[in-house]
Structure formats: C-alpha cells, structure tokens
C-alpha cells in the first residue's frame, strides 16, 4: 500500500495515543570499555518508544505510533547509508518495551480494506527495521507482547533484563496471529516446538507469558543483563557485537529447509493441533491460523509469508470471535473489573484492622491465609474444639511453609504470615475484630446460629460477612439486630487462584459495609461484582442450569459421552461431568436443590446423582479411562441408575442447552441480579473458567442465535462484542 493510504489510515484514530520515537546518538565504547575518538566503532542511534504516560498506561502501536516510528527508521536507515551510524537500538520506557498492537484501534477498524492496511503498515515499518544497512539491537527492558516482542524479533540482536516480565506473542489468545514476522522468525530461532509453546501453548494457558530469564534460556535473546544498569550493559554489549569482538551463537536456531528440521516442524504443527483440540475444542479460528500459517511458513520466503500474516490478520480482524475476546480482554478483565459497577464511593469504607474466620476447614483456612498474606493484618481462627482449631492453623502454617520451599515468599515474610493467622475456641477472640466472615457448613440455620453468636460479641461497627455459594443472605441477617451490617463475600474454589469475587448486597446492607467490601477485595487483589441477592448468586446459578440441563439429557436416556461431550463446540474448560466430580457431587446437588426450590420448573433435581451420592460414588466417569482410553461408566455405577427412553443428540444437547443459559440470563437481567450483562460475562470468565476466546457468555449466545431464540434481541448492542452496525 502506499503512504497516502496508511496515512488515510492513521487520520481514522486521532485520539490514539501515541508512542513516540525518541533518538539519542551514543558514541560506543572501545572493547576496552573506553571511549575515544580513535578506538570507539562509532556512533550509535538509541530509539526510546515512550508514550510520555506513567508506567500505568503501558506503550502501544496504533497507526499514527506505527508512522512515526517508519518515519525515524528511514531517517536512520538514510543516515546509516552515509555512514554516520553504525548501529541502531530500540528499547522501551521504564518497565516497557511495548505492549503490542493498541486493541482498542484494532477492534475498532470496521472494515477489511482498513485491517489489512494495518498488517501491512507494521509490515512495512519493521521491514525498514531490519533492513536499515547496519545491525539493529532490541534492548528488552520490559513487558514485550505481541508487536512489541515482534519489534524485537525483527531486529538483528536482541538483549533482554533479568526483570523483564510478560513477553509473550498472546495472539492466539486473542483471536489473531502473530503477524508482524513473529511467527516466521520465531520458529526459526528458537526452533519450531519451542516457538509453538510461545505462540499456541503460553496462550492457550491462561495466557501464560516469558520472563527475561526464560526467554533468553530459549534463545529469544542473545544476552542478558541486570536491570539497573540494563541500556548501559547492552550498549556496551552493541559495541562488542558491531566491533567483532562477541559473535553470539545461537543454540536452538534451525534451518527449515534441512529434511530433520522439517520433520520436526510438522510434528510440532500436529502436536499443536491436538493442544489446541484439548484446550479450545476448536471454537475459535485463531489458533488454526496460527498453526496454518507457521506450516506454511516452512517453505515460503519472509517476503511471501509477510503476505500471507497480512491477509489473514484482515481476515481474522471481521471475526465476531476476535471482537468478542477484545470486550473480553480489554472491556472487562481491564476495565470493568477495576471499575465495578454500583460499588458504592469508596471513602464510606471502613478501616479493617483484624479479621476473624468462623469455622477451621480447608475453606476457612484458605481464606485466613488470604488475608493475611494480602492485607497483612491478624486473623483468628474458631471451631467448636481444640483440635479442629490446631488443624485448621497448621494448615495455614503448612502452605506458607509450601511457598518458602518455592521461593514465592521470604523468610521474613513466612514468618510475619504464620504470626498473624492464630485460633481459639472461644467466638470472643472477634471482640476488637472489624470484618468477621463464616466459613461453615452451608445450612441456613447453622449459619443464623453462627452470626447471632458473632453479633453478640463484636463492636456495632464490625461488618458480619458469609461466604455462602447458594444460600439468602437476606435470610440470615433477619434475626441480627443489625441487618445491615450483613454483606456477602463469595469466594471461588481454590481461594488463592480464582480471581472472582462475588459481593451480595442484601436488601438492608449500607453503603459503608460494601465499601469496605470493595476496598477489602481490592487489597486481596480480587475482582469483585456487585450482585443482588437471588439464589446462588451469578456463576453457580448459570453453571448449574448448564449441568442440569446434560444431566437431564443423561437421564432421559442419552448416551453418558454423547450428553457430557455435547458442550465441547462451547470449548469449556472442562466437561460437565467432571466439573461435577471436581466440585463434589454433594456440593453441585445441593446447589441444585437450593436452586430447585427457588425455580423449581427451571431447576430439576436428578434421582440418579442422589443414588450415587447415597453410595458414595464420585464421579458418574470411572477414575481412568477404559483400555481404548476413553472414558467409561463402571458396571456398579451404572447399576445404581434408571434411565428413560427419549434421548438426544449431541447437538440437540447443546441447542437445549445453549437455549437455557439464554433464558437464565435474560431471567437474571429482569430480576436485577447484576448491572448488564457485562457483569454476567466477566462472572463467568473470572469465577467459572468461561474461555476468554468466546468473550464471554452473552456475546458466545448471541452468535449461535439463542439469545434472539429465547428472548426476541441481543443480549450487546451492535459494535460491542460484535461487528458495529
């Protein structure tokens, strides 16, 4: 494309925020470490990207950014060919390099033409990189994703800081490939197995990234310095390569074209193609094109594949999956959850000095180290004898000890930790407590019982909070005296992991107690929710109509591998039968009959589950798969059941299924449960695994058509998630 159309292009976004381009001339070292006129290989051009914004606004390329920095490499290249350069540099502000492409700008580019202009201006501005008439280095400073990693993959050396963190090419996470060379040069320097763990496993794992260590253990930079004086080491280190001195060998580097490489590459496209499979079902297009394209790539020149990454950015950039995981990834997790909705001004909150723990299991446990790690305040633990108490605190004391084997927490810090979590029989350790929550058995009564006790012995101010996953807020606070200091705070299995928080506004809970409910999650560095009370909250009402509705598809008669793999076009974590088995098929049932009794001709509560929770099976599978290694009922497990005579196929499972969760969350929205559906989606992304690929769960509803089946509409507007109108 020419310059005028990337221009044309760049005049679409005048709000962008740009990462300007700033050279600095060094004159380089002598090998001795002096410099002088007469020994010193030359001058050398630093380009620093900055966007002048705090380390909290992270460094990315959008058009008008992408020009700017075309337009100092053609000054450089032109300055290179009169020889007044010898070298070129590109690093980064403090802790960045660049954080990739702006999604913003990318989400927001409507059509084809405008996509692929786009892949070819980054194209062409780092083709200018590494074509500049003398060798370019990429001083890795910091975060480095996506584009920002490419920068440094198209430059002719690369060093990278000991405290780099997040480098990564996340594309496939987020519904593109890496398409500005990344996934032509990376195979070929790190070799193809370890450049699909870049580019498919990484991603595909929780998006997993590199620190600077591990990247240079793989190849992906040629040096490694501290970070304190990290630009001033690779400079000298520049001058050492550009003088001759240093040749840097490049172990995992491989040629395509040898016949042992290229078998090697197609192992490594099919093992990426069953990982892809296992993670994603194959609901999303971007990892396939990834695959596809680096397969492609064996043979073709840089020159062809930079056409073939373009064209399939443009075509990946139409793709409501694309969109969708942008409103995912950036509306969401990024923004929404930092901004909740309806969380009440943060000033009313109250200041939480100690904090005690009701019950001693593993549940109550989790949270005491919890909030002693994260707020670093004392937390007591109570039950009802000595023993349950001495457990529960050996088991706070035993994960620390855990995380100092690990190297995760210092030795000062394990033992500040271990001071701070103590236990006691007796409820009146809460007596000078600001903030006590419950942890037991989930029974309405048992947990009344619980908090008349509590209230009895702490301050008027102290906040009272329950950790219930089903169970009426509003009911239990009905015989305090003081309602509304009742608030609940609804962790998600394991507690340390999962990032959700759902926070309970019960009818009478004051805005100062929710506050400090924000504040107290925030300081947890928790994502939390604002939900109303309404039986089982947002992700447990969901996940069980899900898992109702295949267990009632079972039931009726459909094959046990038909009704559980069923869902796998959704490309969930896991399949419903073994989410059941994980969380406990005593948990999940009684769930289902707090939801039953609520919704009883929405929620059903199947007889074959109780049998096997009566007899103390498990899991519906048997523990490991049968000798054809697929999974298998046992005889004795199938024996316990009855099944009726209408099953399903797979896909009427999935329809059923797919028409439930619409009519559950429309049913949700009218009640008020949450603000929009906004709230719905990042519930499940962050509380229940929902693939971020998908985008969250209205917008998957809205693409297959239940949305409009069960509710007449959309659950987003046009442009959300979706194409703009």
């Known amino acids: 494309m020419s310059a005028a159309d990337f221009r044309k292009?760049?005049?679409?976004?005048p709000n962008e925020t740009v990462t300007h381009s700033y050279v600095q001339d060094i004159e380089l070292p002598a090998a001795g470490g002096k410099t002088t006129d007469s020994k010193s290989p030359g001058t050398f051009a630093l380009v620093t990207l900055d966007n002048g914004l705090d380390h909290s606004k992270p460094t990315t390329l959008g058009p008008n950014t992408l020009i700017e920095l075309g337009t100092v490499l053609e000054g450089l290249r032109e300055r290179a060919a009169r020889g007044e350069i010898v070298g070129v540099g590109v690093?980064?502000?403090?802790?960045?390099?660049v954080a990739g492409a702006d999604l913003s700008t990318v989400k927001s580019i409507s059509g084809r033409e405008h996509g692929l202009w786009m892949a070819q201006l980054g194209h062409d501005v780092y083709r200018t990189l590494a074509n500049l008439g003398v060798p370019s280095f990429a001083f890795i400073n910091g975060l480095a994703l996506g584009g920002g990693l490419e920068i440094a993959l198209q430059s002719t050396y690369r060093t990278v800081s000991t405290g780099a963190g997040a480098l990564a090419l996340p594309e496939a996470f987020i519904g593109l490939i890496p398409g500005w060379g990344g996934v032509y040069i990376l195979p070929r320097l790190i070799g193809p197995e370890n450049a699909l763990k870049v580019m498919i496993e990484n991603p595909l794992s929780s998006n997993r990234t590199l620190t600077g260590p591990q990247a240079y253990q793989l190849g992906v930079a040629d040096a490694m310095f501290e970070p304190a004086d990290f630009v001033e080491q690779s400079v000298a280190w520049a001058a050492q390569?550009?003088?001759?001195?240093?040749?840097?060998?490049?172990?995992?580097?491989?040629?395509?074209?040898?016949?042992?490489?290229?078998?090697?590459?197609?192992?490594?496209?099919?093992?990426?193609?069953?990982?892809?499979?296992?993670?994603?079902?194959?609901?999303?297009?971007?990892?396939?094109?990834?695959?596809?394209?680096?397969?492609?790539?064996?043979?073709?020149?840089?020159?062809?594949?930079?056409?073939?990454?373009?064209?399939?950015?443009?075509?990946?950039?139409?793709?409501?999956?694309?969109?969708?995981?942008?409103?995912?990834?950036?509306?969401?997790?990024?923004?929404?959850?930092?901004?909740?909705?309806?969380?009440?001004?943060?000033?009313?909150?109250?200041?939480?000095?100690?904090?005690?723990?009701?019950?001693a299991g593993l549940m109550a446990g989790q949270l005491a180290l919890l909030f002693a790690r994260r707020l670093k305040v004392p937390v007591v633990l109570t039950d009802v004898d000595q023993a349950r108490v001495d457990k529960g605190v050996g088991y706070v004391h035993s994960e620390v000890d855990k995380l100092l084997a690990k190297g995760r927490i210092s030795p000062d810090a394990a033992n500040r930790t271990r001071a701070l979590v103590t236990g006691s029989v007796s409820k009146e350790a809460f007596a000078d407590a600001d903030f006590v929550i419950e942890a037991v058995f989930e029974e309405l009564n048992v947990k009344k019982q619980v908090f008349k006790e509590v209230e009895a012995i702490v301050s008027p101010e102290c906040i009272l909070a329950t950790n219930t996953s089903s169970l009426s807020v509003t009911a239990m606070a009905e015989d305090l005296e003081h309602p509304e200091r009742l608030v609940g705070f609804h962790f998600f299995n394991p507690v340390a992991v999962m990032p959700l928080l759902e926070i309970v506004r019960a009818p009478k809970t004051d805005n100062a107690v929710l506050a400090t409910a924000f504040e107290l999650a925030k300081g947890l560095k928790k994502s939390a929710v604002l939900v109303k009370d309404a039986p089982a909250f947002v992700v447990n009402r969901l996940l069980l109509r899900l898992m109702g509705e295949v267990t009632a598809a079972f039931d009726e008669g459909t094959p046990a591998d038909v009704a559980d793999n069923a869902l796998r076009p959704m490309g969930l974590p896991m399949t419903p039968f073994v989410l059941g088995a994980m969380v406990g098929l005593p948990v999940a049932q009684h769930v289902q009959e707090s939801l039953h009794a609520a919704f009883p001709g929405r929620f059903t509560v199947s007889q074959n589950l109780q049998q096997l929770i009566d007899n103390g099976v498990r899991s519906i599978w048997a523990p490991e798969n049968g000798p054809d290694g697929k999974p298998f009922i046992p005889a004795e497990t199938l024996a316990l059941m009855s099944f009726g005579s209408t099953p399903s196929t797979g896909g009427e499972v999935l329809r059923r299924t797919q028409d439930a969760l619409a009519e559950e969350i429309g049913l949700m929205l009218e009640e008020g449960v949450v603000a929009g559906p906004e709230d719905i989606d990042l519930c499940m992304i962050l509380g229940a695994g929902w693939p971020m690929f998908l985008g969250g769960i209205t917008p998957y509803l809205d693409r297959v058509g239940a949305s409009e089946r069960v509710t007449g509409r959309k659950f987003l507007a046009p442009g959300v998630a979706s194409e703009p109108a």
């Open 91 to 97: 690093t980064g502000k403090p802790y960045f390099l």
């Open 241 to 359: 390569v550009i003088s001759g001195a240093v040749a840097p060998e490049r172990a995992n580097a491989v040629d395509p074209s040898a016949p042992e490489v290229a078998a090697r590459w197609t192992a490594a496209v099919a093992a990426g193609s069953a990982f892809v499979e296992a993670k994603t079902s194959n609901a999303s297009p971007a990892p396939a094109k990834v695959l596809e394209v680096m397969e492609a790539n064996r043979t073709l020149t840089q020159a062809q594949s930079a056409e073939l990454e373009c064209e399939t950015l443009a075509d990946l950039m139409q793709t409501d999956e694309f969109r969708s995981t942008v409103y995912a990834f950036l509306d969401l997790v990024q923004r929404r959850s930092k901004r909740p909705a309806g969380a009440p001004d943060r000033k009313l909150a109250r200041p939480v000095t100690k904090i005690g723990v009701v019950g």
């Open 9 to 13: 292009l760049a005049d679409l976004f």
